[in-house]
């Protein structure tokens, strides 16, 4: 084979091979696109996951406050049952008026 006709094979080779190899190429990169849109949106999911906690958190704390500030039972009752346990009113200190009395 004379070194015309082995450039010429290589050429060829080289010519069939580039489409596959540019189709390929676009296949991956359309599914790595498809596969960055996936992430995203978990990751968008996630954060409003976490707003969401913060949210949850903040409520239920006012509302346990709420509930030991006007000492209620049934909303003490509540919070009770769904695995909540609000802190008890703290007495007021010795010496000190109790609300509702005179002095």
Same mark, same amino acid.
């Given at each position: 084979?004379? %070194? $015309?006709? /082995? *450039? /010429?094979? *290589?050429?060829?080779?080289? #010519?069939?091979?580039?489409?596959?190899? !540019?189709?390929?190429? =676009?296949?991956?990169?359309?599914?790595? %696109? @498809?596969?960055?849109?996936?992430? #995203?949106?978990?990751?968008?999911? !996630?954060? %409003?996951?976490? /707003?969401?906690?913060? =949210?949850?958190?903040? =409520?239920?704390?006012?509302? #346990?406050? =709420?509930?030991?500030?006007?000492?209620? @039972?049934?909303?003490?009752?509540? $919070?009770?049952?769904?695995? $909540?346990?609000?802190?008890?009113? #703290?007495?007021?200190?010795?010496? @000190?008026?109790?609300?509702?009395?005179?002095?």
């Amino acid at each position: 084979m004379s %070194r $015309l006709a /082995q *450039w /010429q094979t *290589w050429a060829t080779i080289g #010519a069939v091979l580039t489409p596959i190899l !540019v189709i390929g190429d =676009l296949a991956l990169f359309e599914r790595n %696109r @498809a596969l960055q849109a996936e992430v #995203a949106g978990r990751q968008q999911q !996630v954060q %409003r996951g976490a /707003q969401i906690d913060s =949210l949850q958190r903040d =409520l239920l704390n006012a509302i #346990a406050t =709420l509930a030991t500030r006007n000492n209620d @039972a049934a909303l003490r009752a509540i $919070l009770t049952d769904h695995g $909540l346990v609000p802190n008890p009113p #703290a007495p007021p200190p010795a010496g @000190a008026p109790t609300p509702g009395r005179g002095r």
